[in-house]
Structures are given as C-alpha cells and as structure tokens.
C-alpha cells in the first residue's frame, strides 16, 4: 500500500471536525471530500441543521479565508464577483474584489437569488477565475463553493438550472440528528456557555497541506473494471429502460460525463480519507448517490408515479453489477 504523507493529517481534519459539530457524520465527510477533490458542493436541508456552522469549522481548521453569502433577490452579480470603481482622485478606474475571491465561500440559501445572480458563479465554479470589464482574474486555489438550500420553503425562489447544478461536484441531502446525538447537541451548547471564552474550530492543518493531499489523491489507484464500473453506472441514467424496463420513461436527461469526472474524483477522496490507495466499488456505491442525484432530469411520468431520483441511482446501484 502506498504511504500518503498528508493522509494522517486530513483523518485529524476530519475528526477535529467531529468535536465541533454532532450528528452530521456524512456532511463532514462529503465536504472533507469536496475539499479533497476540489470540488462545490450542494447542501439541501431545513434550518438549523448546522450547515453553516460546519463550513465555518472546516475553514477555521484550515486557516483558511472563508466568506458568508446571504444570497436574496436584490443581490446583484457584481456583489459576488466584485467591480470596477472610478477614483475622482487619480481619475481612473480600480477594481474592488467582491467576496468570491476567498478561499471558502458559504453561498447560503442560493436559490434566493435570480438567475442573473446565480450565472455569476457559473465562470468561478468551473474554471476558477472571474472576468470582470473585460479582465480575467484568478481565484484561490483551494477555491470551494459551498451552497444551502431549504428544502420546503420554495415561495419567492429561483431553481437553479441544470447547468448550474452540474457544476456541483455533490448534491448532499441532511436529515434531522438521532435521540442521542441531539441531547449530546445540548450538553455541547450548555458546556461553551458555561465557559469564559468559548473556543472555535482550532486551526489543524494549512491551505498548502491541503493542495498537498489533492495531489496525492492523483496517485489513488483506479482499476480498468472500477473505471468501467462508473462510466456504466452514469450511462445507465441516460438508458434507463436497458436496466429496469418498467423506468423507461422515468428520465427526461441522464447524468453527462462530467458526472463520470465526479464520480471518479469523489470516489478516490472517498478511499484516501478511509486510508486506502486505491478504490473499490464500495467507494464508487457510497458516493454515488450524491453525485449523481442532482443530475437527473425526470420526466412527468416519474413524477405522476412519485419516484424520486434516489429511488433512480439506488435501482440502478442494485441493478448494475459490480465488479
């Protein structure tokens, strides 16, 4: 097995992440992965959940220089990319950055925003730079995107489109903590309120460890079987009928190669941070889901029949075998 010098560090990431936050097991994970694979990620859940305290703890860890969003529908692009500004004093124009030129950005309740808004992270998300009055500039190199929805509260919103939504490396769907993790929740909360300073996210490992470990998640083995696994997984989505005749018409648009990068990527972060150096189809089972939930467009049929795009991969997990 190869030894990763930056692994052991990336576990201590994950479980400091753990003493801050209760109850989100696959939230740390997903976003240790998206920061792993340098990939954004999509958070859909109800309020309260603690999203945005978990992407403050992850930044916190890393040192990094992390930015809240509140998107609304007065926003306007150049509130995210940032404008050029007339100076009356020396008679010309500057640039004022906006707050996507930070490391980690928390872009919370993104679909409150208007489509105009939400393009204006198209550019950053996919190729990491802005281009603002006709200058291209570059953002962070561990730049991340990590986004919030409310899962009930639609009126007065703006459903991204699929483009956008394909540029999300994961889609990941939170639910309410057990019994036992919430009273563990409130003895947490009462224990910082009983101290004199209560302490943050303390800082574990820095920005260049992290660019670190990406590169030696390029060295995670991928075999040709594990590799042939995922393109036909993703294609399945696009030939429903070929796995499960009675879905043939559940799908309007299958997941696009892009899907196949994600889930290749998240699959290899998902083996590395568990302390392998190579992946198996468990890894590529566990990730799919996320992957590839928000890539599928279904058809009115699938809705009139009430299936859902999990109730799709996890047919299409059971129905195509692995090697």
Do not use: C
């Amino acid at each position: 097995m190869t030894s990763y010098t930056h692994q052991a560090s990336i576990v201590a990431l994950r479980n400091a992440l753990s003493t801050v936050i209760v109850g989100q097991p696959r939230l740390l994970d997903r976003l240790i992965i998206g920061l792993l694979a340098g990939g954004h990620i999509l958070v859909e859940g109800l309020p309260g959940l603690a999203k945005t305290t978990a992407v403050k703890a992850l930044a916190g860890s890393l040192q990094a220089h992390f930015k809240r969003i509140q998107f609304t529908p007065d926003l306007m692009p150049g509130d995210l990319t940032g404008t050029d500004i007339y100076d009356p004093r020396g008679g010309a124009f500057h640039f004022v950055p906006g707050p996507l030129f930070n490391e980690i950005i928390l872009a919370d309740e993104i679909n409150r925003a208007p489509a105009k808004v939400q393009s204006a992270l198209l550019e950053a998300m996919q190729e990491r730079q802005i281009t603002v009055g006709g200058q291209t500039r570059a953002l962070p190199a561990l730049f991340m995107v990590m986004a919030t929805q409310n899962p009930i509260e639609q009126a007065g919103t703006y459903p991204l489109p699929e483009a956008q939504l394909d540029r999300f490396m994961l889609h990941v769907t939170l639910d309410y903590p057990t019994e036992h993790e919430e009273r563990e929740i409130l003895r947490r909360d009462r224990a910082l309120h009983l101290m004199d300073s209560p302490s943050a996210a303390q800082p574990v490992l820095d920005v260049a460890a992290v660019l670190a470990a990406r590169r030696e998640l390029q060295h995670v083995h991928l075999s040709d079987p594990v590799e042939a696994y995922i393109v036909t997984l993703v294609r399945a989505t696009r030939e429903l009928g070929k796995w499960r005749a009675d879905w043939a018409q559940a799908v309007e648009v299958g997941a696009s190669p892009r899907a196949s990068l994600a889930l290749a990527h998240a699959a290899a972060a998902h083996a590395y941070l568990h302390g392998r150096d190579y992946v198996s189809p468990d890894d590529v089972r566990e990730m799919a889901p996320d992957v590839l939930r928000h890539r599928l467009v279904l058809s009115l049929d699938a809705r009139v029949r009430l299936l859902s795009r999990d109730a799709i991969v996890a047919g299409l997990l059971d129905a195509v075998p692995a090697p």
